[in-house]
């Protein structure tokens, strides 16, 4: 029996490609450093949720945004020359905030630290 379903093996290699591509081919303007946590693909292999993560202010968030939801059929067709499968996943991306939560929750952790010492 397979240890992984076939979707989360496919979300594996579209995560590694799109990073690839975000660095290499895809030109994003701006100076705004975004990372891709996690994509996650139906089961019937038609969707793929590709989440990512940057940081800044709320006008960098809507720039990634834009400029993803803008270049996403060139994504799609430039991930899918890699993927090995008949159909590939129409992409959306989503905005994943956990990176953002840890800072947080690191900040508030060592002014706890902080403030036990004196």
Do not use: W
Not at 24 to 40: G, S
Request: a positive charge; one cysteine or more; charged letters at 35%.
């Amino acid at each position: 029996m397979k240890q992984y379903k076939r979707s989360s093996r496919i979300g594996e290699q579209i995560l590694r490609d799109i990073s690839k591509l975000l660095g290499n081919e895809l030109i994003f303007n701006n100076a705004i450093m975004v990372t891709f946590t996690h994509v996650k693909v139906s089961d019937d292999l038609r969707y793929a949720t590709v989440y990512y993560s940057c940081l800044g202010e709320e006008k960098e968030r809507n720039s990634v945004k834009n400029f993803l939801e803008h270049e996403k059929k060139k994504i799609r067709f430039l991930v899918g020359k890699n993927l090995k499968i008949h159909h590939i996943p129409e992409f959306s991306f989503k905005f994943d905030s956990s990176i953002e939560e840890g800072i947080r929750i690191e900040k508030l952790l060592n002014e706890i630290k902080a403030d036990s010492k004196r």
